[in-house]
């Protein structure tokens, strides 16, 4: 098991890596899966809109791009993650800048284990999913 954390041209957020690492670990095996390499790279709005163009021809912002390696059973990925979005999201929908993080964080994982939120349906099935894994986390 493998789990990275980086930030590039932001400052890193202040995550308690060995729980988040474990908290990981805890809702892959929830959905049956187990982790091979996962890495977290946290940047700016700037980084992410320029993935978002170069690699899914996606002309606007994000808060999470996850690109899967997964084989099987064993979750592997590159999760990009815009602090900026992360940021404006939690004022938008008032919460906490560290839980939306983590919900982020988590999001990017849940992708991996297989949930989708291409649709209305799949969206609320993904925010249940979030939910459940955030009562999990132990901080």
Known sequence: M???F?????????????????????????HGK????????FCTDEKILEINNQYLSHDYYTDIIT?????????SGDIFIS????????Q???????????RVIIHGIL???????KTETDSLKMREAENSALKQLNI
Request: some cysteine; glycine content about 4%.
């Open 83 to 90: 602090l900026d979005t992360v940021r404006t999201n939690s």
């Open 2 to 4: 493998a789990i990275t």
């Open 34 to 41: 187990k982790i091979g390499e996962v890495n977290y790279l």
């Open 67 to 75: 690109f899967d390696y997964s084989e099987g059973n064993n979750i």
């Open 92 to 102: 938008k929908y008032n919460t906490d800048f560290m839980e939306e993080l983590h």
């Open 111 to 117: 992708h991996l284990c297989g949930v989708d939120d």
């Open 6 to 30: 980086q930030a590039e041209d932001i400052s890193f957020p202040k995550i308690k890596r060995q729980v988040t690492k474990n908290w990981i670990k805890l809702v892959a095996e929830n």
